[in-house]
């Protein structure tokens, strides 16, 4: 169904060229683009007093290859589809509806349309019959994979393995021709260093060609680095990180182009705009209460940071050549973050790309050395020592 070829520079950090049955072609490094996302640029393009290009046909260029549609699975969510007669058909039909936002914007058949499983919180537990649930939704919907999620976070390899062979199962029993992601999460916490060494060597094992991962950020986390060493010796293993914050809490770094050099191939973006007063469960310091005070983020594709607007001395170079003309036309806050985030998506889109080109030429160190934000990143906070000069 995909073949996968995989170049990899000195530094251990890889590209991929994913190819599919019919003519989608995914490059890595890459920024899936999600359904809030595709409605500011939909909005964005309405603010405009002309169009703005080359979001306007669907012939022009749409630079992503991914498209992830995150959903809640709560507690609640999860009730209600129980207690509903109509409700797998319900939850089907909304993530049709969201995929059917791509009209006028893309060409809906060249990308990789993938749900993002949101759990309340680290600690809620799928039973049984929630993961088949989860399973026939997307089986019914209009996806391209089915993502098959750990029942309970840091489950032992054992259990989810038998978990996958039943979800397995249960998808050959409805025809199913899907490709199948078991999404594991890295949480230093709860998964135990050793048994996500034991889950990724057992995936590899299984046959599964794309594994998702699910972090917020990049932090000391020994599963992170597990992670890395296992992707550099499993190339040709697609990783695709869910849930991927834009920054860590007081820092600049855009965290997607970090991801990279944690050997996740692709990244879906959280889907809210900045990082919340209060401190989730899944942040790196439950002491830390720092809060971005303004919404307003640019992101920055000089130094691949991202600020909030009110501590930038002068607006950055975008490369969506309409960022300069449709930040003039706007003038109220909420419409101006739009703007910058449509800016953000386009141009951390296309530094990507360019980061695909610098690893198959040997040369993603020396790109890394121009920005400044993530090597300080990889450097200070992580200790890889690799990209200094």
Do not use: C
Request: charged share 30%.
């Amino acid at each position: 169904m995909i073949k996968i070829r995989s170049y990899t520079d000195d530094t251990g950090v890889k590209s991929l060229e994913i190819k599919f049955s019919h003519k989608l072609k995914i490059q890595t490094p890459t920024r899936a683009i999600n359904s809030s996302e595709i409605a500011k640029i939909k909005a964005v393009r309405n603010l405009s007093t002309e169009p703005i290009s080359p979001f306007e046909a669907a012939e022009e260029e749409f630079p992503w290859k991914i498209y992830e549609i995150p959903k809640e699975f709560s507690s609640d969510v999860i009730k209600k589809l129980r207690e509903t007669g109509k409700g797998l058909e319900n939850k089907r039909s909304q993530i049709n509806r969201e995929i059917n936002q791509l009209v006028g914007v893309s060409q809906a058949d060249e990308l990789f349309k993938i749900l993002y499983i949101k759990r309340e919180s680290k600690h809620q537990v799928f039973n049984e019959s929630d993961l088949l649930m989860m399973a026939e939704i997307q089986h019914r919907a209009k996806v391209d994979a089915i993502v098959v999620p750990e029942s309970k976070v840091g489950m032992n390899p054992e259990a989810f393995e038998k978990e996958l062979k039943m979800v397995d199962k249960f998808l050959e029993r409805l025809g199913n021709e899907k490709i199948v992601i078991p999404l594991i999460y890295p949480d230093k916490e709860l998964a135990k260093p050793i048994e996500f060494q034991q889950k990724l060597n057992t995936l590899l094992d299984l046959g599964y060609r794309v594994i998702g991962i699910q972090t917020h950020t990049f932090s000391l986390n020994p599963n992170l680095y597990l992670l890395r060493e296992f992707s550099k010796k499993n190339p040709e293993i697609w990783i695709h990180n869910f849930g991927t914050w834009k920054h860590a809490r007081g820092g600049y770094a855009y965290l997607p182009h970090i991801a990279t050099v944690f050997g996740i191939d692709s990244v879906g973006i959280l889907s809210r705009p900045f990082i919340p007063s209060n401190p989730s469960e899944d942040s790196d310091s439950k002491k830390e209460k720092q809060q971005i005070s303004s919404k307003l983020l640019v992101y920055n594709p000089e130094d691949w940071g991202i600020y909030p607007e009110k501590v930038i001395q002068k607006m950055p170079t975008s490369r969506w050549p309409y960022f300069k003309k449709s930040l003039m036309e706007v003038k109220e806050d909420s419409d101006k973050a739009k703007v910058y985030a449509v800016h953000e998506a386009y141009s951390a889109q296309l530094e990507m790309a360019d980061s695909a080109k610098a690893i198959k030429k040997g040369e993603f160190r020396e790109l890394l050395f121009e920005k400044g934000q993530v090597k300080k990143e990889l450097v200070n906070k992580f200790g890889l020592l690799i990209y200094t000069r």
